[in-house]
């Protein structure tokens, strides 16, 4: 049997355990989707959303990226928000990061990576912008640990700045924010961050729109 073909092969199983315990299951997915939650997460192979938390299909919107950014010109990122909140209704959003986050890790570094420069390049403003705490801390790893964190926080609030969310606010059944970190040597979530809906406080008056 080939590698991918053991994919397959588990595929089948998994559909026909799911039935057997729940026999309107499928029916049930085809029927649509309502989550309650969109995730912003890294493509890390180890950070599987529903999967770490425990939750079946059609219960989490998820979008993943290197290093779970939030980029304003990030088309791709910006059509799963606009329908998550605009059309899913969405009650939360959590941008989730991980310790030992190999994007992070690259942006901290000098090396020259091509095209990927240019995605890490939004965490590298991360670190100039929080450069004085960062380079008091001596240790690497707890730099390392503390730039994770700084990023998830970052990410939040780049989605407070965008025009979808302030709309849905402003409307009254916005979303609330979260920042979550998946701590790999342990399978567990710390939660670091949270805005409520309509609080503007954490970012900058000029990134707000007259909506
Ligand atoms: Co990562």
Redesign the pocket.
Known sequence: MKVYEKLLDENKKWASQQAETDPAFFEKMAAGQSPDFLWIG?A?SRAPADRITNTQPGQIFVHRNV?NLVVHTDLNMLAVLQYAVEVLKVKHIMVVG?YG???VKAAMSHSEMGMINKWVRNIKEVYADNRVELDAISDENAKFDRMVELNVMHQVKNLIKTSIVQKAWKNGDGPYLHGWILKLDSGTINQIYEVAPGDLSEVDDIFRYDI
Do not use: E, L, Q, R
């Open positions: 890294c890390d290093a991980h986050c190999g994007g």
